[in-house]
């Protein structure tokens, strides 16, 4: 038989009295389960709120740039900028072409040099090469200086439209402010837009034909009395007689299009969208014209990360992997801290390691002997989308191996378990039964890799090159030694010298938007994945 | 004991996890043909040594067999010529929790067959029908063979991982409590199977299930604080065992 225990508790109290005390400790009211409770969703709420605002300044600083675009745009054609730019192009092809013959030149020097051939020698077997590009470069002269001549007329179209536009904004501030006299200093001329359009087509047009005419003559009789047969560059030069045929044939179009040319053809709202969204060339702070078109920083963005994953997807994988399937306990203790150090070492450490250590390494790389046959070696720029992408590879490492890891670790024991009892290998076991299940982690683990890839700042700032051109992509695998611009790369290099406000300080907000929006989307995939394909368990 | 020929024979084996001893001096011969049952209290060790059988412990770091043989049909599998995987197929495991592959209920019986390179269609169909058969399931997902196996019910799980099993055709099948995550009606079931499994296998089943012990099993093995108390034919065991606590242990006074 138990005997009688006696219960010693600290608390004397009869029970009916203690379950009712209501002596609690209390603080304004509230009691510390609360405050707890308080405390906590109170940061949670700061987070959310200050998240919501920075989405919400976002989107005020980037909304106006439309409608800003649009004026430009309208303004570029009714001052005749887009007049002028058909025939600029006519020439800028010149241009180009004029310079694909000194690249050539320049081509056939080196190869000659390497052949140990004499200067004397060179210079004699390449001279009808030099004689055609001097006279190609003598045809465009005049046309040269036409177009100069145009284009001063239309900037100072714009000029005067501008200021008087900033002058009539003045004019309002004075008058509000009460000023009247120094508000009636201030000229306003109200630009007759039409009478403008109509002198520029008056008095360039005929000019233009006949310039374009001598051009095409010049260029024809050039071509005829250019003798290359048998010589080292007859193929190039034979190319560029076609070419140059075909570049004579296009200058009726761009007469034809200046004569259609008007000033007042409107210019539809959705332009100011789609040139953003498919424009080529990112110009800002021109005398001329401020071109935001996102293709070359969006193309250098991808490129980048492109370049990052391919080299950071198999290395954090196949880290991943090894460590959680195959290393001892103390690979795993010594692996798993040092890859996770690699993610706290400071970007802008990374940037300086890349411009001194990679970026010069690959470039002598390239220089060696050896690797001579390799087409397009030695590369010329040391800061390249390889550079770049190698480093940001670094950097994606440590979060894909961590959530790769989670991943696998994440399987269920008895699967690898079932496995091995029914005769599979190592090798086996990961590629049928661990990585199949791990998939989806895997992949959302890639695609936030991607996003910390893509949101980079300061590696591809240093050591992208910073070249606001669509890389040529005809290079085919050696684009990857060519310099880039990237979205991030150009919204830190030009938001501290952007006038609050102007068209150009709201073009970086909509990037900074654009690149948001694509962080969103590469997170909202990813949990996708997460959720899909969630391994069931049981 | 028994005039049947042996198929694992375990001699003065001393196990250890790390530095801490799990198994003492065990010694026993499991008859071939039979089913052989290993009961006792929670970490007696009766799963430790099954999982020797198939050398499953390998995957466990610092686990080691230091002292003493086992020897299935005569080989000591933890010699160095031991080809693992070999051993893996010829001695079949099937698991406390059931645990199909996240995959078809097709693809998980052929899983065996695929490793070893089998791709005829033909003859996976084959070995499909005859292990579902084998495990009593065909009937239950003939129509479903594509459907993913974690959609079965818990003692269909645990069919389908023995019918994975016999994929296979291995001699040996070790059980490691079978039923327990499993309701009366699915253990019964399961239990049917194995009274069917033991005309053509060697089986080993640990269970904390008395009565299981003594309903399916030819002989008993009773184990203790990782010591091997007593084995003997389970009637025997269950109605005069020699020691007083393998009696205190089957009648319910203690474990």
């Avoid at chain 1, 990374?350 to 470039?363: P, Q, S, T, Y």
Wanted: with cysteine; charged share 20%; hydrophobic share 45%.
């Amino acid at each position: 038989m138990p005997e009688t225990l006696e219960i010693k508790r600290l608390d004397q109290r009869p029970m009916t009295e203690s379950l009712l005390s209501k002596n609690k400790v209390k603080f304004l009211g509230l009691g510390s389960d609360e405050i707890i409770k308080y405390f906590f969703s109170g940061s949670a709420w700061t987070a959310i709120i200050v998240l919501a605002l920075i989405t919400f300044s976002l989107f005020r600083e980037g909304a106006g740039f439309f409608p800003q675009h649009h004026d430009s745009l309208k303004l570029y054609r009714l001052a005749g900028l887009e007049f002028v730019d058909y025939f600029r192009d006519q020439m800028t092809a010149q241009a180009s072409l004029s310079r694909y013959l000194n690249e050539l030149k320049l081509n056939k020097t080196l190869k000659l040099q390497a052949a140990g051939k004499g200067e004397a020698e060179i210079e004699s077997l390449l001279a009808p090469l030099e004689q055609l590009r001097l006279d190609f470069d003598q045809a465009g002269l005049e046309g040269q200086a036409l177009l100069d001549e145009m284009t001063s007329m239309a900037a100072g179209i714009k000029d005067r439209y501008t200021i008087s536009e900033e002058n009539r904004i003045s004019r309002k501030q004075l008058i509000d402010a009460g000023m009247k006299e120094e508000a009636d200093l201030l000229e306003i001329e109200d630009i007759d837009f039409a009478k403008e359009a109509e002198n520029l087509k008056t008095t360039f047009l005929p000019k233009q034909k006949e310039v374009s005419a001598t051009m095409a003559a010049k260029m024809k009789s050039l071509l005829a009395a250019t003798k290359v047969e048998n010589t080292i560059y007859e193929a190039e030069v034979n190319r560029f007689k076609a070419t140059v045929s075909k570049y004579i044939t296009g200058f009726d179009s761009v007469q034809m299009k200046m004569q259609d040319w008007t000033h007042d053809k409107p210019v539809p709202f959705y332009e100011s969208i789609t040139k953003f969204i498919t424009g080529t060339k990112w110009v800002t702070q021109s005398f001329w014209q401020d071109w935001y078109g996102i293709v070359p920083l969006f193309i250098g963005s991808l490129t980048v990360s492109i370049v990052a994953l391919i080299v950071a997807v198999p290395l954090g994988v196949g880290a991943a992997i090894y460590i959680n399937q195959v290393a001892s306990i103390q690979e795993q203790n010594f692996v798993k801290p040092f890859i996770e150090f690699v993610a706290v070492i400071p970007s802008v450490v990374l940037g300086f390691f890349g411009i001194a250590v990679l970026g010069e390494g690959i470039r002598v790389f390239t220089q060696w002997d050896m690797m001579a046959w390799v087409p397009g070696f030695p590369i010329a720029e040391r800061l390249n989308i390889i550079t770049a992408g190698l480093l940001l590879a670094l950097m994606a490492v440590p979060s894909i191996f961590t959530f790769s890891e989670d991943a696998l670790n994440n399987v269920p024991k008895a699967y690898k378990e079932a496995s091995f009892s029914l005769g599979a290998n190592r090798l086996q076991t990961i590629s049928r039964i661990m990585v199949p299940a791990s998939l989806s982690g895997i992949i959302s683990a890639i695609l936030l890799g991607f996003g910390r890839v893509i949101g980079e700042t300061m590696v591809v700032l240093l050591v992208a090159g910073n070249r606001l051109e669509i890389p040529d992509f005809s290079a085919g695998l050696m684009v990857i030694f060519q310099p880039v611009h990237t979205m991030t790369g150009l919204v830190a290099q030009e938001i501290p010298e952007v006038v609050k406000g102007s068209l150009q300080y709201r073009a970086l907000f909509v990037l900074a938007i654009a690149l948001f929006l694509i962080s969103l989307l590469i997170n909202y995939v990813a949990q996708i994945f997460v959720r899909k394909y969630k391994i069931s368990v049981g | 004991m028994s005039n049947a020929p042996t198929a694992i024979e375990v001699e003065n084996v001393d196990f250890y996890y790390g530095n801490s001893k799990a198994l003492h001096d065990i010694s026993l011969k499991i008859p071939k043909g039979l089913v052989t049952a290993f009961i006792g209290p929670s970490g007696c060790g009766k799963s430790t040594l099954l999982r020797c059988f198939n050398r499953m412990n390998d995957l466990i770091d610092g686990t080691s067999v230091k002292s003493g043989k086992i020897k299935i049909h005569g080989v000591d599998i933890y010699s160095k010529e031991v080809d693992v995987i070999e051993l893996r197929k010829r001695v079949g495991m099937v698991f406390q929790k059931s645990n199909p592959f996240p995959k078809s209920i097709y693809e998980n019986i052929v899983y065996g067959l695929r490793l070893q390179g089998i791709n005829d269609k033909k003859m996976l169909d084959e070995v499909v029908e005859k292990s579902l058969r084998g495990a009593a399931l065909w009937d239950e997902v003939k129509d479903r063979l594509d459907d993913y196996a974690t959609g079965l019910s818990g003692g269909q799980m645990q069919r389908l991982c023995i019918a994975r099993a016999i994929a296979v055709e291995p001699e040996i099948i070790l059980m490691d409590e079978p039923c327990s995550a499993l309701d009366p009606i699915a253990t019964m079931k399961v239990e049917e199977l194995i009274d069917e499994l033991k005309k053509k296998y060697t089986i080993v089943i640990v269970t904390h299930n008395m009565q299981q012990a003594g309903r399916c099993s030819d002989f008993t093995a009773f184990y203790y604080l990782g010591k091997l108390i007593e084995f003997d034919r389970t009637e025997k065991i269950f109605t005069n065992p020699s020691k007083q606590q393998t009696e205190d242990y089957i009648t319910g006074r203690f474990g």
